[in-house]
């Protein structure tokens, strides 16, 4: 019996991602699966008085986009906070922060994250006399964009129980100003002294967030996310058990890798748990670890002393991770190792060199090097010869960090988002947001790594433009090469007969136009498992 489509796509710019048929005008769609991709004429054949037939009008077609680090739980809990990403100085912090203290009522949380005070004029991070003065009334809590660091006020100190007695808790600094008082300022799993104390969402209210965030990455073109851990691991079982109820309520459009945090490892294996593990829509991800933290609050692990500050700090020790590594690897769990700055990503290459010398891996899912944000020349080389490695990098976080970089790194600033360079290794190269620390919207992404600029269009040449990426190999980073990576490349990150039919059209061909214009190019329609969930 021929087989006929429940949707055609024709008449359009069909950039498949797979090599052996690179191009097409058409795509047919049966049930959740691509029927075939080829001419308008071949297409159009395989449709009945029942199928659903668009007209794309010359517009491009792309596989659903993929982020393989997103922190999609830590996200959808705070979808009421006040976001930070596009407050442009101090003075609009303060206002944000008044303003959303008058509508929280006096006593209730005021929480925000994203601000980056390397980009405001006036280049201060607040401190808790700052917010005391904004908001007197009401405990307050921010995070700077990259998550690494955050300022809570004096009731917010209080309720957390954090003193001039309190000691730095472990891999996390208290700051404290000549006089012994802490300034408000935490970094790294000091932050977790107040997300320990801050009020718990309902269940009700938490699946609801997710359902809006689940909308929200279909206008984005994201049908498949890698949901990633925060150090401490205090969301691990948590989001676990949140998407499994969204699978079993049959609320999921979502195709999601949750990852699980390092401290979870032998209950892990004691489970019999491996990467992959699952079904086309929710699976088993990856164990995550750290080995630094970030250089916006100067705690990534550098070779040499920032120009501001030290070396930065390793958080959990190498031979800590190596150790776990090791017993995740023979198990058949893979895991990812968030790695900043370039002593980090030192010592983590090295590591995983051991780590192939010492055994035959059990993982069919390669393991992961997270961020590569600094990193040596002579460092690459060692990735390049890794057989069971890939990595994962965030070039929206480089429109946000040249000033920062450029202040505390200087002309090292060379080694940081070498992007072209780690493609050169051979390692397989999955692009990614980070978000909520940078926009989650991958075309964000890919002008980051085409243009190497601020999302404003500085500086107008573009920052170490060597190491800039194609669009068409920042494309691949979003769509086959991490689905290749992550084991669903049978399945997923292009348009070929057979995968599943997670497909995006775009308003614009983002092939063709000026680099610049990318991010102004919107997602005009969103197919998920061969169903329309987003239509502009």
Same mark, same amino acid.
């Given at each position: 019996m021929k087989i006929v489509a429940d949707i055609i796509l024709h008449n359009g710019i069909i950039q498949t991602q797979d090599d052996f048929h690179p191009k097409a005008r058409a795509v047919a769609i049966s049930g959740k699966r691509i029927l075939s991709a080829g001419s308008d004429k071949d297409?159009?054949?395989?449709?009945?008085?029942?199928?659903?037939?668009?007209?794309?009008?010359?517009?491009?077609?792309?596989?659903?986009?993929?982020?393989?680090h997103f922190h999609f739980y830590e996200w959808a809990l705070n979808y009421d906070s006040i976001d930070f990403s596009r407050v442009g100085s101090f003075k609009e912090m303060e206002d944000a922060v008044s303003k959303k203290a008058l509508a929280a009522g006096e006593g209730n949380w005021v929480l925000g994250q994203?601000?980056?005070?390397?980009?405001?004029?006036?280049?201060?991070?607040?401190?808790?006399?700052?917010?005391?003065?904004?908001?007197?009334?009401?405990?307050?809590?921010?995070?700077?964009?990259?998550?690494?660091?955050?300022?809570?006020?004096?009731?917010?100190?209080?309720?957390?129980?954090?003193?001039?007695?309190?000691?730095?808790?472990?891999?996390?600094?208290?700051?404290?100003?000549?006089?012994?008082?802490?300034?408000?300022?935490?970094?790294?799993?000091?932050?977790?002294?107040?997300?320990?104390?801050?009020?718990?969402?309902?269940?009700?209210?938490?699946?609801?967030?997710?359902?809006?965030?689940?909308?929200?990455?279909?206008?984005?073109?994201?049908?498949?996310?890698?949901?990633?851990?925060?150090?401490?691991g205090l969301d691990g079982a948590d989001a676990l058990k949140a998407w499994q109820r969204l699978h079993r309520e049959n609320r999921l459009h979502l195709r999601c890798h949750v990852a699980l945090p390092g401290e979870m490892t032998d209950q892990a294996i004691d489970l019999g748990l491996c990467t992959g593990f699952g079904d086309d829509l929710l699976k088993i991800g990856y164990l995550k670890f750290f080995s630094d933290g970030g250089m916006g609050a100067r705690t990534a692990w550098m070779t040499k002393k920032y120009l501001d500050a030290?070396?930065?700090?390793?958080?959990?020790?190498?031979?800590?991770?190596?150790?776990?590594?090791?017993?995740?690897?023979?198990?058949?769990?893979?895991?990812?190792?968030?790695?900043?700055?370039?002593?980090?990503?030192?010592?983590?290459?090295?590591?995983?060199q051991r780590i192939e010398s010492k055994a035959p891996t059990r993982c069919i899912i390669p393991h992961r090097i997270e961020h590569v944000q600094m990193v040596l020349p002579e460092d &690459?080389?060692? !990735?390049? $010869? %890794?057989?069971?490695?890939?990595?994962?990098?965030? #070039?929206? +976080?480089?429109?946000?960090?040249?000033?920062?970089?450029?202040?505390?790194?200087?002309?090292?600033?060379?080694?940081?988002?070498?992007?072209?360079?780690?493609?050169?290794?051979?390692?397989?190269?999955?692009?990614?947001?980070?978000?909520?620390?940078?926009?989650?919207?991958?075309?964000?992404?890919?002008?980051?790594?085409?243009?190497?600029?601020?999302m404003n269009k500085t500086p107008e040449q573009g920052w170490y433009m060597e190491q800039a990426l194609s669009v068409e190999e920042a494309v691949k980073g979003y769509t086959i090469?991490?689905?290749?990576?992550?084991?669903?490349?049978?399945?997923?990150?292009?348009?070929?007969?057979?995968? &599943?039919?997670? !497909?995006? $059209? %775009?308003?614009?061909?983002?092939?063709?136009?000026? #680099?610049? +214009?990318?991010?102004?190019?919107?997602?005009?329609?969103?197919l998920f498992d061969g169903k329309i969930v987003y239509e502009r």
């Open positions: 297409i159009l054949g395989l449709a009945s008085n029942h199928t659903q037939v668009i007209d794309l009008d010359n517009r491009v077609v792309l596989p659903g986009f993929m982020d393989t994203g601000f980056n005070e390397s980009d405001w004029p006036e280049n201060k991070i607040p401190d808790r006399y700052d917010l005391d003065r904004i908001a007197p009334d009401n405990p307050v809590c921010i995070w700077r964009c990259d998550l690494h660091l955050s300022v809570a006020n004096s009731l917010g100190l209080k309720l957390a129980g954090i003193s001039s007695a309190t000691p730095d808790p472990k891999d996390g600094v208290i700051e404290k100003d000549v006089s012994g008082r802490p300034t408000g300022v935490l970094k790294e799993l000091a932050s977790n002294m107040i997300r320990n104390v801050l009020p718990e969402l309902s269940r009700a209210t938490v699946l609801e967030n997710m359902q809006k965030a689940v909308h929200d990455t279909h206008k984005l073109g994201l049908t498949s996310i890698h949901d990633i851990r925060l150090m401490g030290g070396f930065g700090m390793a958080l959990t020790p190498v031979a800590d991770i190596e150790k776990a590594v090791l017993k995740a690897d023979q198990a058949g769990l893979s895991v990812m190792v968030h790695a900043v700055g370039d002593r980090a990503n030192k010592e983590i290459i090295a590591m995983f &690459l080389e060692k !990735l390049s $010869v %890794l057989k069971n490695m890939a990595v994962s990098c965030q #070039p929206s +976080n480089l429109s946000l960090d040249i000033s920062m970089i450029d202040q505390c790194a200087g002309p090292r600033g060379k080694y940081a988002y070498t992007l072209k360079n780690i493609l050169k290794t051979g390692v397989p190269l999955m692009l990614s947001s980070d978000a909520p620390v940078a926009d989650p919207n991958p075309l964000a992404g890919i002008y980051s790594a085409v243009t190497r600029k601020r090469t991490p689905a290749v990576a992550s084991g669903t490349g049978e399945q997923l990150g292009s348009i070929t007969k057979g995968k &599943l039919a997670d !497909l995006i $059209v %775009l308003d614009q061909n983002i092939f063709k136009i000026d #680099p610049d +214009n990318i991010p102004d190019t919107r997602v005009d329609l969103t």
